[in-house]
Protein backbone atom coordinates (compact mmCIF):
# COMPACT_ATOMS: atom_id res chain seq x y z
CA UNK A 1 0.00 0.00 0.00
CA UNK A 2 2.58 2.45 0.97
CA UNK A 3 5.96 2.07 -0.48
CA UNK A 4 9.42 4.14 0.45
CA UNK A 5 12.19 4.10 -1.73
CA UNK A 6 16.00 5.35 -1.25
CA UNK A 7 14.29 8.77 0.02
CA UNK A 8 16.88 11.65 0.71
CA UNK A 9 16.02 14.93 2.03
CA UNK A 10 18.67 17.38 3.71
CA UNK A 11 17.75 20.93 5.33
CA UNK A 12 20.41 23.05 4.22
CA UNK A 13 23.53 21.68 5.73
CA UNK A 14 21.87 19.10 7.48
CA UNK A 15 21.37 15.58 5.81
CA UNK A 16 18.03 13.84 7.63
CA UNK A 17 16.78 11.04 5.45
CA UNK A 18 20.33 9.22 3.65
CA UNK A 19 18.26 6.50 2.07
CA UNK A 20 14.93 5.57 3.35
CA UNK A 21 13.53 2.04 2.27
CA UNK A 22 10.34 0.51 3.33
CA UNK A 23 7.17 -1.04 2.30
CA UNK A 24 3.77 -1.46 4.36
CA UNK A 25 1.29 -4.12 2.60
CA UNK A 26 -2.28 -3.14 2.74
CA UNK A 27 -3.98 -3.55 6.39
CA UNK A 28 -0.88 -3.95 8.42
CA UNK A 29 0.82 -1.80 10.95
CA UNK A 30 4.08 -0.83 10.79
CA UNK A 31 5.56 1.15 13.91
CA UNK A 32 8.71 3.05 13.00
CA UNK A 33 11.02 3.71 16.81
CA UNK A 34 14.18 5.85 17.07
CA UNK A 35 16.18 8.76 19.26
CA UNK A 36 14.66 12.02 18.38
CA UNK A 37 16.06 13.95 15.68
CA UNK A 38 16.61 10.95 13.76
CA UNK A 39 13.95 12.19 11.11
CA UNK A 40 11.08 9.95 12.11
CA UNK A 41 8.44 12.93 11.51
CA UNK A 42 10.17 13.69 8.04
CA UNK A 43 10.10 10.67 6.79
CA UNK A 44 6.27 10.79 7.40
CA UNK A 45 5.88 14.05 6.33
CA UNK A 46 8.06 12.89 3.14
CA UNK A 47 5.24 10.24 2.25
CA UNK A 48 1.62 12.87 2.07
CA UNK A 49 4.51 15.50 0.44
CA UNK A 50 4.15 18.03 3.49
CA UNK A 51 7.73 17.96 2.77
CA UNK A 52 9.23 17.12 -0.71
CA UNK A 53 11.80 14.19 -0.75
CA UNK A 54 14.94 15.56 -2.67
CA UNK A 55 15.83 11.71 -4.05
CA UNK A 56 14.14 8.14 -4.07
CA UNK A 57 10.22 7.66 -4.72
CA UNK A 58 7.57 7.21 -2.55
CA UNK A 59 4.58 5.18 -3.94
CA UNK A 60 0.99 4.66 -2.74
CA UNK A 61 -1.35 2.50 -3.97
CA UNK A 62 0.78 1.78 -6.88
CA UNK A 63 0.61 5.42 -7.72
CA UNK A 64 4.10 7.53 -8.13
CA UNK A 65 3.57 10.31 -6.10
CA UNK A 66 6.21 12.57 -5.58
CA UNK A 67 6.27 13.50 -9.42
CA UNK A 68 5.63 17.35 -10.34
CA UNK A 69 2.20 16.29 -12.43
CA UNK A 70 0.81 14.33 -9.56
CA UNK A 71 -1.61 16.92 -7.21
CA UNK A 72 -0.07 16.80 -3.47
CA UNK A 73 -3.69 18.29 -2.72
CA UNK A 74 -4.57 14.77 -4.34
CA UNK A 75 -1.74 12.41 -2.34
CA UNK A 76 -2.45 13.95 1.12
CA UNK A 77 -6.36 13.06 0.32
CA UNK A 78 -4.92 9.04 0.16
CA UNK A 79 -3.05 9.39 3.59
CA UNK A 80 -4.67 10.84 6.83
CA UNK A 81 -2.48 12.13 9.29
CA UNK A 82 -2.51 12.56 13.03
CA UNK A 83 0.45 14.54 14.89
CA UNK A 84 1.87 14.82 18.05
CA UNK A 85 0.46 18.05 18.81
CA UNK A 86 -2.83 17.48 17.39
CA UNK A 87 -3.70 20.84 15.63
CA UNK A 88 -7.25 20.73 15.97
CA UNK A 89 -8.68 24.20 13.98
CA UNK A 90 -9.12 26.63 17.24
CA UNK A 91 -11.74 28.15 16.17
CA UNK A 92 -13.99 25.77 14.81
CA UNK A 93 -15.72 22.61 17.27
CA UNK A 94 -15.06 19.32 16.90
CA UNK A 95 -17.99 18.84 14.50
CA UNK A 96 -16.84 21.11 12.45
CA UNK A 97 -13.10 20.30 12.37
CA UNK A 98 -14.32 16.29 10.97
CA UNK A 99 -16.65 18.07 8.62
CA UNK A 100 -14.09 20.20 7.28
CA UNK A 101 -12.30 18.32 5.19
CA UNK A 102 -15.28 16.28 3.38
CA UNK A 103 -17.29 19.85 2.58
CA UNK A 104 -14.23 21.49 1.28
CA UNK A 105 -11.72 19.21 -0.15
CA UNK A 106 -14.35 16.64 -1.43
CA UNK A 107 -17.52 19.23 -2.02
CA UNK A 108 -20.09 17.23 0.01
CA UNK A 109 -23.12 18.47 1.42
CA UNK A 110 -23.39 20.04 4.67
CA UNK A 111 -26.19 17.46 5.78
CA UNK A 112 -24.17 14.44 4.59
CA UNK A 113 -20.83 15.65 6.13
CA UNK A 114 -22.56 16.35 9.32
CA UNK A 115 -24.10 13.05 9.43
CA UNK A 116 -20.77 11.45 8.57
CA UNK A 117 -18.65 13.64 11.48
CA UNK A 118 -21.47 12.76 13.99
CA UNK A 119 -20.59 8.96 13.08
CA UNK A 120 -17.27 9.51 13.52
CA UNK A 121 -17.12 11.22 16.78
CA UNK A 122 -19.04 8.40 17.73
CA UNK A 123 -16.81 5.90 16.72
CA UNK A 124 -13.94 7.87 18.67
CA UNK A 125 -16.00 7.96 22.06
CA UNK A 126 -16.82 11.67 21.77
CA UNK A 127 -20.39 12.03 21.05
CA UNK A 128 -21.02 14.05 23.36
CA UNK A 129 -18.56 16.66 22.70
CA UNK A 130 -19.59 17.35 19.39
CA UNK A 131 -20.30 21.29 19.90
CA UNK A 132 -17.18 21.57 22.53
CA UNK A 133 -14.30 23.15 20.77
CA UNK A 134 -10.88 22.27 21.39
CA UNK A 135 -9.95 24.33 24.26
CA UNK A 136 -12.70 23.22 25.96
CA UNK A 137 -11.02 18.97 25.46
CA UNK A 138 -8.67 17.33 26.87
CA UNK A 139 -5.45 16.58 25.30
CA UNK A 140 -6.62 12.76 24.59
CA UNK A 141 -10.24 14.18 23.71
CA UNK A 142 -8.17 16.52 21.22
CA UNK A 143 -6.56 13.52 19.80
CA UNK A 144 -9.42 11.62 19.50
CA UNK A 145 -11.28 14.24 17.56
CA UNK A 146 -7.95 14.64 15.22
CA UNK A 147 -8.50 11.14 14.20
CA UNK A 148 -11.86 11.09 13.51
CA UNK A 149 -11.43 14.43 11.21
CA UNK A 150 -8.36 12.73 9.10
CA UNK A 151 -10.72 9.77 9.02
CA UNK A 152 -13.74 11.79 7.68
CA UNK A 153 -11.51 11.53 3.82
CA UNK A 154 -11.92 8.36 3.77
CA UNK A 155 -8.06 8.04 3.66
CA UNK A 156 -6.44 4.81 2.13
CA UNK A 157 -3.83 4.84 4.72
CA UNK A 158 -3.03 7.00 8.00
CA UNK A 159 0.13 8.33 9.31
CA UNK A 160 0.43 8.89 13.23
CA UNK A 161 3.65 10.67 14.14
CA UNK A 162 3.86 10.11 17.90
CA UNK A 163 0.32 10.89 18.79
CA UNK A 164 0.40 10.20 22.43
CA UNK A 165 3.50 11.97 23.46
CA UNK A 166 2.33 15.19 24.03
CA UNK A 167 -0.77 13.37 26.52
CA UNK A 168 -0.83 13.42 30.24
CA UNK A 169 -0.40 9.57 31.40
CA UNK A 170 -3.90 9.33 31.75
CA UNK A 171 -5.21 10.03 28.64
CA UNK A 172 -3.00 7.78 26.53
CA UNK A 173 -5.06 4.75 26.78
CA UNK A 174 -8.09 5.86 25.52
CA UNK A 175 -6.11 7.13 22.02
CA UNK A 176 -3.93 3.99 21.67
CA UNK A 177 -7.24 1.77 22.06
CA UNK A 178 -8.97 3.82 19.13
CA UNK A 179 -5.61 3.70 16.88
CA UNK A 180 -5.84 -0.31 17.87
CA UNK A 181 -9.46 -0.97 17.39
CA UNK A 182 -8.34 1.12 14.21
CA UNK A 183 -5.83 -1.82 13.46
CA UNK A 184 -8.18 -4.18 14.04
CA UNK A 185 -10.41 -3.14 10.99
CA UNK A 186 -7.89 -3.17 8.85
CA UNK A 187 -6.30 0.46 8.47
CA UNK A 188 -3.24 0.33 6.76
CA UNK A 189 -0.96 2.73 8.96
CA UNK A 190 2.32 3.87 10.15
CA UNK A 191 2.47 4.76 13.32
CA UNK A 192 5.55 6.55 15.44
CA UNK A 193 5.64 5.65 18.57
CA UNK A 194 7.70 4.28 21.93
CA UNK A 195 4.35 2.84 23.38
CA UNK A 196 5.93 -0.75 23.23
CA UNK A 197 2.65 -2.42 24.51
CA UNK A 198 0.69 -1.01 21.96
CA UNK A 199 3.45 -1.78 19.33
CA UNK A 200 3.69 -5.42 20.82
CA UNK A 201 0.26 -5.72 20.03
CA UNK A 202 -0.53 -4.19 16.96
CA UNK A 203 2.45 -3.70 14.92
CA UNK A 204 3.09 -6.65 12.34
CA UNK A 205 6.92 -5.22 11.97
CA UNK A 206 8.85 -2.61 13.66
CA UNK A 207 11.64 -0.31 12.12
CA UNK A 208 14.33 1.37 13.94
CA UNK A 209 15.57 4.25 12.38
CA UNK A 210 19.08 6.31 13.43
CA UNK A 211 20.61 8.86 11.76
CA UNK A 212 18.59 8.69 8.60
CA UNK A 213 18.75 5.19 7.24
CA UNK A 214 16.60 2.29 8.59
CA UNK A 215 19.17 0.30 11.14
CA UNK A 216 17.18 -2.93 11.55
CA UNK A 217 13.61 -3.95 10.90
CA UNK A 218 11.91 -7.10 12.00
CA UNK A 219 8.70 -8.43 13.92
CA UNK A 220 7.82 -7.10 17.16
CA UNK A 221 9.06 -9.86 19.39
CA UNK A 222 12.73 -10.10 17.45
CA UNK A 223 13.11 -5.76 17.70
CA UNK A 224 12.43 -5.94 21.51
CA UNK A 225 13.55 -9.41 22.75
CA UNK A 226 16.38 -10.48 20.65
CA UNK A 227 17.89 -7.24 18.41
CA UNK A 228 20.96 -7.92 16.44
CA UNK A 229 22.03 -4.39 16.13
CA UNK A 230 24.14 -2.86 19.36
CA UNK A 231 22.69 0.96 18.74
CA UNK A 232 18.91 -0.94 18.73
CA UNK A 233 19.72 -2.76 21.90
CA UNK A 234 20.94 0.09 23.86
CA UNK A 235 18.07 2.38 22.22
CA UNK A 236 15.47 -0.74 23.07
CA UNK A 237 16.55 -1.24 26.51
CA UNK A 238 16.70 2.99 27.36
CA UNK A 239 12.84 2.72 26.26
CA UNK A 240 11.53 -0.36 27.86
CA UNK A 241 13.40 1.05 31.14
CA UNK B 1 -32.38 30.15 50.57
CA UNK B 2 -31.49 33.69 51.34
CA UNK B 3 -27.43 32.72 51.31
CA UNK B 4 -25.72 34.44 48.36
CA UNK B 5 -23.65 32.77 45.98
CA UNK B 6 -20.49 33.65 45.56
CA UNK B 7 -22.04 34.38 42.08
CA UNK B 8 -24.28 37.29 43.16
CA UNK B 9 -21.88 38.29 45.16
CA UNK B 10 -18.89 38.86 42.12
CA UNK B 11 -22.14 40.48 40.66
CA UNK B 12 -22.55 42.85 43.38
CA UNK B 13 -19.12 44.08 43.44
CA UNK B 14 -19.01 44.29 40.15
CA UNK B 15 -22.12 47.06 40.28
CA UNK B 16 -20.38 49.13 42.71
CA UNK B 17 -17.40 49.16 40.97
CA UNK B 18 -18.84 50.28 37.80
CA UNK B 19 -20.83 52.79 39.93
CA UNK B 20 -17.79 54.10 41.48
CA UNK B 21 -15.93 54.26 38.34
CA UNK B 22 -19.16 56.82 37.07
CA UNK B 23 -19.10 58.64 39.88
CA UNK B 24 -15.38 59.27 39.96
CA UNK B 25 -15.38 60.03 36.18
CA UNK B 26 -18.32 62.40 36.51
CA UNK B 27 -16.83 63.99 39.60
CA UNK B 28 -13.66 64.64 38.90
CA UNK B 29 -14.10 66.24 35.25
CA UNK B 30 -16.84 68.10 36.87
CA UNK B 31 -14.62 69.71 39.49
CA UNK B 32 -12.60 70.28 36.73
CA UNK B 33 -14.61 72.63 34.66
CA UNK B 34 -15.77 74.11 37.97
CA UNK B 35 -12.10 74.77 39.02
CA UNK B 36 -11.16 76.07 35.74
CA UNK B 37 -14.48 77.67 33.93
CA UNK B 38 -16.53 78.35 37.55
CA UNK B 39 -15.79 81.93 37.86
CA UNK B 40 -17.20 82.81 34.20
CA UNK B 41 -19.84 79.57 33.71
CA UNK B 42 -19.98 78.58 30.37
CA UNK B 43 -22.84 79.92 27.86
CA UNK B 44 -25.49 77.88 27.63
CA UNK B 45 -26.95 79.89 24.47
CA UNK B 46 -23.68 79.84 22.32
CA UNK B 47 -23.93 76.12 22.75
CA UNK B 48 -27.70 75.87 21.72
CA UNK B 49 -26.80 77.80 18.89
CA UNK B 50 -23.72 76.71 17.41
CA UNK B 51 -23.66 72.93 18.83
CA UNK B 52 -24.71 71.49 14.90
CA UNK B 53 -22.20 72.90 13.83
CA UNK B 54 -19.60 71.84 15.49
CA UNK B 55 -21.89 68.17 14.66
CA UNK B 56 -21.15 68.91 11.18
CA UNK B 57 -17.66 69.46 11.92
CA UNK B 58 -17.40 66.31 13.68
CA UNK B 59 -18.72 64.78 10.41
CA UNK B 60 -15.84 66.08 8.43
CA UNK B 61 -13.58 64.35 10.68
CA UNK B 62 -15.31 60.87 10.64
CA UNK B 63 -15.78 61.30 7.02
CA UNK B 64 -12.29 61.91 6.02
CA UNK B 65 -11.10 59.05 8.68
CA UNK B 66 -13.65 56.29 7.51
CA UNK B 67 -12.23 56.90 3.96
CA UNK B 68 -8.92 56.72 5.08
CA UNK B 69 -9.43 53.83 6.97
CA UNK B 70 -11.21 51.57 4.43
CA UNK B 71 -8.72 52.18 1.65
CA UNK B 72 -6.10 51.62 4.20
CA UNK B 73 -7.64 47.84 4.74
CA UNK B 74 -6.97 47.13 1.46
CA UNK B 75 -3.50 48.87 1.05
CA UNK B 76 -2.84 47.31 4.96
CA UNK B 77 -4.17 43.52 3.98
CA UNK B 78 -1.89 43.09 1.01
CA UNK B 79 1.11 44.65 2.01
CA UNK B 80 0.55 42.74 5.55
CA UNK B 81 -0.58 39.43 3.60
CA UNK B 82 2.66 39.68 1.33
CA UNK B 83 4.91 40.55 3.89
CA UNK B 84 4.51 37.63 6.16
CA UNK B 85 5.09 35.44 3.21
CA UNK B 86 8.38 34.06 2.77
CA UNK B 87 10.82 34.17 -0.12
CA UNK B 88 10.95 32.09 -2.62
CA UNK B 89 14.84 31.53 -3.54
CA UNK B 90 15.84 31.83 -7.82
CA UNK B 91 17.84 28.41 -7.21
CA UNK B 92 14.52 26.83 -5.65
CA UNK B 93 12.42 28.00 -8.41
CA UNK B 94 15.08 26.86 -11.18
CA UNK B 95 15.77 23.49 -9.54
CA UNK B 96 11.77 22.80 -9.32
CA UNK B 97 11.70 23.95 -13.35
CA UNK B 98 14.79 20.81 -13.94
CA UNK B 99 12.74 18.52 -11.27
CA UNK B 100 9.71 18.72 -13.82
CA UNK B 101 11.72 19.08 -17.12
CA UNK B 102 13.59 15.47 -15.73
CA UNK B 103 10.19 13.93 -14.81
CA UNK B 104 8.74 14.81 -18.43
CA UNK B 105 11.61 13.25 -19.77
CA UNK B 106 12.56 16.47 -21.84
CA UNK B 107 16.39 17.15 -22.72
CA UNK B 108 16.31 21.11 -22.04
CA UNK B 109 15.10 22.58 -19.15
CA UNK B 110 12.26 25.57 -20.26
CA UNK B 111 13.03 28.65 -18.89
CA UNK B 112 10.08 28.87 -15.74
CA UNK B 113 8.82 32.29 -16.64
CA UNK B 114 5.83 32.83 -14.58
CA UNK B 115 7.06 31.52 -12.01
CA UNK B 116 10.03 34.05 -12.08
CA UNK B 117 7.71 36.79 -12.47
CA UNK B 118 5.39 35.75 -10.12
CA UNK B 119 7.97 35.19 -7.51
CA UNK B 120 9.81 37.99 -8.64
CA UNK B 121 6.50 40.49 -8.12
CA UNK B 122 6.09 39.39 -4.74
CA UNK B 123 9.56 39.49 -3.53
CA UNK B 124 9.84 43.67 -4.76
CA UNK B 125 6.29 44.04 -3.19
CA UNK B 126 7.59 42.93 0.17
CA UNK B 127 10.45 44.82 -0.69
CA UNK B 128 8.82 48.12 -1.03
CA UNK B 129 5.97 47.36 1.60
CA UNK B 130 9.41 46.82 4.33
CA UNK B 131 10.55 50.31 3.36
CA UNK B 132 6.72 51.45 2.70
CA UNK B 133 6.45 50.84 6.47
CA UNK B 134 9.24 52.32 7.91
CA UNK B 135 8.94 55.35 6.25
CA UNK B 136 5.25 55.97 7.25
CA UNK B 137 6.55 54.93 11.21
CA UNK B 138 9.72 56.63 10.94
CA UNK B 139 8.53 60.04 10.33
CA UNK B 140 5.56 62.07 11.77
CA UNK B 141 2.19 62.27 10.44
CA UNK B 142 2.64 66.29 11.02
CA UNK B 143 4.98 66.02 8.21
CA UNK B 144 4.04 63.30 5.72
CA UNK B 145 0.78 65.65 5.39
CA UNK B 146 2.56 68.89 5.02
CA UNK B 147 4.50 67.18 2.35
CA UNK B 148 1.97 65.41 0.25
CA UNK B 149 0.45 68.85 0.27
CA UNK B 150 3.42 70.67 -0.70
CA UNK B 151 4.15 68.29 -3.76
CA UNK B 152 0.50 68.31 -5.00
CA UNK B 153 0.72 72.38 -4.36
CA UNK B 154 3.50 72.09 -6.81
CA UNK B 155 2.95 70.06 -9.26
CA UNK B 156 -1.02 71.09 -9.31
CA UNK B 157 -0.65 74.62 -8.24
CA UNK B 158 -4.45 75.65 -10.44
CA UNK B 159 -6.46 73.51 -8.73
CA UNK B 160 -8.69 74.83 -5.80
CA UNK B 161 -6.74 75.51 -2.86
CA UNK B 162 -9.39 73.51 -0.71
CA UNK B 163 -9.85 70.54 -3.05
CA UNK B 164 -6.32 70.50 -3.21
CA UNK B 165 -5.88 70.40 0.77
CA UNK B 166 -8.78 67.83 0.65
CA UNK B 167 -7.04 65.17 -1.68
CA UNK B 168 -3.73 66.22 0.28
CA UNK B 169 -5.10 65.25 3.65
CA UNK B 170 -6.92 62.44 2.41
CA UNK B 171 -3.80 60.41 0.43
CA UNK B 172 -1.52 61.35 3.61
CA UNK B 173 -3.96 59.82 6.04
CA UNK B 174 -5.20 56.76 3.80
CA UNK B 175 -0.84 56.03 3.61
CA UNK B 176 -0.21 56.76 6.93
CA UNK B 177 -3.34 54.21 8.08
CA UNK B 178 -2.22 51.44 5.36
CA UNK B 179 1.25 51.47 7.05
CA UNK B 180 0.15 50.82 10.41
CA UNK B 181 -2.50 48.20 8.89
CA UNK B 182 0.01 46.43 7.14
CA UNK B 183 2.22 45.64 10.34
CA UNK B 184 -1.26 44.78 12.05
CA UNK B 185 -2.24 42.31 9.42
CA UNK B 186 1.68 40.87 9.01
CA UNK B 187 1.31 40.00 12.92
CA UNK B 188 -1.96 38.79 12.87
CA UNK B 189 -1.39 36.38 9.69
CA UNK B 190 1.97 35.38 11.39
CA UNK B 191 0.27 34.49 14.96
CA UNK B 192 -1.63 32.14 13.47
CA UNK B 193 0.02 29.06 14.52
CA UNK B 194 1.80 27.21 11.55
CA UNK B 195 0.41 23.67 12.80
CA UNK B 196 -2.77 25.11 12.15
CA UNK B 197 -1.55 25.65 8.35
CA UNK B 198 0.09 22.27 8.75
CA UNK B 199 -2.97 20.21 9.46
CA UNK B 200 -5.55 22.05 6.60
CA UNK B 201 -2.77 21.17 4.40
CA UNK B 202 -2.45 17.61 5.68
CA UNK B 203 -6.31 16.80 5.20
CA UNK B 204 -5.77 18.08 1.29
CA UNK B 205 -6.80 21.94 1.51
CA UNK B 206 -5.02 24.39 -1.08
CA UNK B 207 -3.07 27.21 -0.13
CA UNK B 208 -6.06 29.32 -0.92
CA UNK B 209 -8.33 26.93 0.82
CA UNK B 210 -6.16 27.12 3.88
CA UNK B 211 -6.05 30.61 3.44
CA UNK B 212 -9.82 31.07 3.49
CA UNK B 213 -11.13 29.03 5.96
CA UNK B 214 -8.18 28.50 8.51
CA UNK B 215 -5.68 30.81 8.60
CA UNK B 216 -8.20 33.96 8.00
CA UNK B 217 -10.96 33.32 10.57
CA UNK B 218 -8.60 33.05 13.17
CA UNK B 219 -6.23 35.78 11.96
CA UNK B 220 -9.78 38.36 12.07
CA UNK B 221 -10.24 37.95 15.78
CA UNK B 222 -6.47 38.51 16.29
CA UNK B 223 -6.84 41.92 14.47
CA UNK B 224 -9.92 43.38 15.52
CA UNK B 225 -8.58 45.21 18.81
CA UNK B 226 -6.00 46.68 17.03
CA UNK B 227 -7.67 47.84 14.10
CA UNK B 228 -10.58 49.44 15.98
CA UNK B 229 -7.67 51.12 18.29
CA UNK B 230 -5.73 52.32 14.73
CA UNK B 231 -9.14 53.26 13.75
CA UNK B 232 -9.72 55.85 17.43
CA UNK B 233 -5.91 56.86 16.54
CA UNK B 234 -6.14 58.03 13.31
CA UNK B 235 -9.69 59.62 14.31
CA UNK B 236 -7.42 61.63 16.68
CA UNK B 237 -4.93 62.17 14.18
CA UNK B 238 -7.22 63.67 12.10
CA UNK B 239 -7.14 66.47 13.94
CA UNK B 240 -3.24 67.52 12.08
CA UNK B 241 -5.16 68.49 9.25
CA UNK B 242 -5.51 72.22 10.35
CA UNK B 243 -1.87 72.51 9.25
CA UNK B 244 -2.81 72.65 5.93
CA UNK B 245 -6.33 74.27 6.53
CA UNK B 246 -8.63 71.37 6.22
CA UNK B 247 -11.56 71.79 9.64
CA UNK B 248 -12.62 69.25 11.11
CA UNK B 249 -13.62 68.86 14.42
CA UNK B 250 -10.69 70.34 16.29
CA UNK B 251 -9.94 72.70 13.63
CA UNK B 252 -13.34 74.30 13.95
CA UNK B 253 -13.40 74.33 17.65
CA UNK B 254 -9.87 76.14 17.45
CA UNK B 255 -11.40 79.34 15.13
CA UNK B 256 -14.47 79.34 17.05
CA UNK B 257 -12.52 79.54 20.49
CA UNK B 258 -10.74 82.06 19.36
CA UNK B 259 -12.87 84.19 16.68
CA UNK B 260 -15.79 84.35 19.29
CA UNK B 261 -13.79 84.14 22.14
CA UNK B 262 -15.91 80.90 23.46
CA UNK B 263 -12.61 78.40 24.48
CA UNK B 264 -14.71 76.85 27.15
CA UNK B 265 -17.30 76.10 25.42
CA UNK B 266 -15.97 75.21 22.19
CA UNK B 267 -13.61 72.68 23.62
CA UNK B 268 -16.18 71.53 26.21
CA UNK B 269 -18.49 71.06 22.96
CA UNK B 270 -14.94 69.19 21.26
CA UNK B 271 -14.22 66.85 24.13
CA UNK B 272 -17.75 65.70 24.12
CA UNK B 273 -17.97 64.75 20.36
CA UNK B 274 -15.23 62.42 20.57
CA UNK B 275 -15.82 61.09 23.77
CA UNK B 276 -19.88 60.31 22.04
CA UNK B 277 -17.32 58.90 19.06
CA UNK B 278 -15.14 57.10 20.73
CA UNK B 279 -16.94 55.41 23.75
CA UNK B 280 -19.58 53.64 22.14
CA UNK B 281 -17.36 52.60 19.25
CA UNK B 282 -15.06 50.92 21.92
CA UNK B 283 -18.12 49.34 23.45
CA UNK B 284 -19.34 48.06 20.61
CA UNK B 285 -16.65 46.44 19.20
CA UNK B 286 -15.50 44.76 22.40
CA UNK B 287 -18.77 43.33 22.09
CA UNK B 288 -18.19 42.25 18.74
CA UNK B 289 -14.47 40.65 20.23
CA UNK B 290 -16.58 38.86 22.75
CA UNK B 291 -19.01 37.22 20.55
CA UNK B 292 -16.48 36.02 18.47
CA UNK B 293 -14.35 34.73 21.46
CA UNK B 294 -13.48 31.19 21.06
CA UNK B 295 -14.40 29.31 24.12
CA UNK B 296 -11.88 28.31 26.47
CA UNK B 297 -9.31 29.46 24.29
CA UNK B 298 -7.72 32.38 26.56
CA UNK B 299 -7.10 35.55 25.14
CA UNK B 300 -4.86 36.26 22.69
CA UNK B 301 -2.98 39.13 21.50
CA UNK B 302 -0.64 39.80 18.58
CA UNK B 303 1.76 42.13 19.12
CA UNK B 304 1.63 44.43 16.39
CA UNK B 305 3.58 47.67 17.44
CA UNK B 306 1.17 50.14 17.56
CA UNK B 307 2.98 53.19 17.98
CA UNK B 308 1.44 56.22 19.36
CA UNK B 309 0.60 59.04 16.62
CA UNK B 310 2.85 61.91 18.30
CA UNK B 311 0.63 65.10 18.01
CA UNK B 312 2.81 67.96 16.51
N1 LIG C 1 11.64 22.18 8.06
C1 LIG C 1 12.85 21.93 8.61
N2 LIG C 1 13.87 22.79 8.39
C2 LIG C 1 15.10 22.54 8.91
N3 LIG C 1 15.41 21.47 9.67
C3 LIG C 1 14.43 20.58 9.93
C4 LIG C 1 13.11 20.77 9.41
N4 LIG C 1 12.34 19.72 9.83
C5 LIG C 1 13.16 18.94 10.58
N5 LIG C 1 14.41 19.44 10.65
C6 LIG C 1 15.56 18.83 11.33
O1 LIG C 1 15.67 17.51 10.87
C7 LIG C 1 16.07 16.65 11.92
C8 LIG C 1 15.10 15.49 12.02
O2 LIG C 1 13.87 15.98 12.48
P1 LIG C 1 12.59 15.06 12.69
O3 LIG C 1 12.26 14.39 11.42
O4 LIG C 1 11.55 15.91 13.29
O5 LIG C 1 13.11 13.99 13.73
P2 LIG C 1 12.27 13.06 14.73
O6 LIG C 1 10.83 13.17 14.37
O7 LIG C 1 12.84 11.70 14.51
O8 LIG C 1 12.56 13.55 16.11
C9 LIG C 1 16.13 17.49 13.17
O9 LIG C 1 17.48 17.82 13.42
C10 LIG C 1 15.35 18.71 12.80
O10 LIG C 1 15.86 19.84 13.48
MG1 LIG D 1 9.22 13.88 15.48
Request: one cysteine or more.
Amino acid sequence: MIRVVGVHKTFGPLHVLRGITLEVPKGEALVIIGPSGSGKSTLLRCINLLVEPDAGSVFIDGVHVNRPEVSAEWVRQQVGMVFQSFNLFTHLTALQNVMLGPVRVKGMEQEAARVKAKQLLARVGLAAKAEAYPAELSGGQQQRVAIARALAMDPKAMLFDEPTSALDPEYIREVLDVMTALAREGMTMIVVTHEMGFASNVASRIVFIDAGIVLEEGHPNQIFGNPQQERTRTFVSKILR
Amino acid sequence: MAQRTAEDRKRMWRAVDVALAVVLTVGGVGYAVYAIVGRWGLDQGYIGDRWLDYVFAAWVSLYVTTIAFVIGLVIGFFFGWIRATRSVPLGKIMRDAKKVADAQGLDHVPFPATQIIWHGFKYIVRRFGDAFVAVIRGTPLFVQIVFVWSVLLIRVPTLNPLVLASIAGLIALTANTGGYQSEIFRAGLQTVHSGQVEAARALGLSKFQAMRHIILPQAIRLVIPPLTNEYIGLLKASSLLIVIGIEELTGFGRREAFDFFKVFESFALVTAIYLLLTVPLSRVIAYVERRLRIPGLGIQEVTAPRAPRAAT
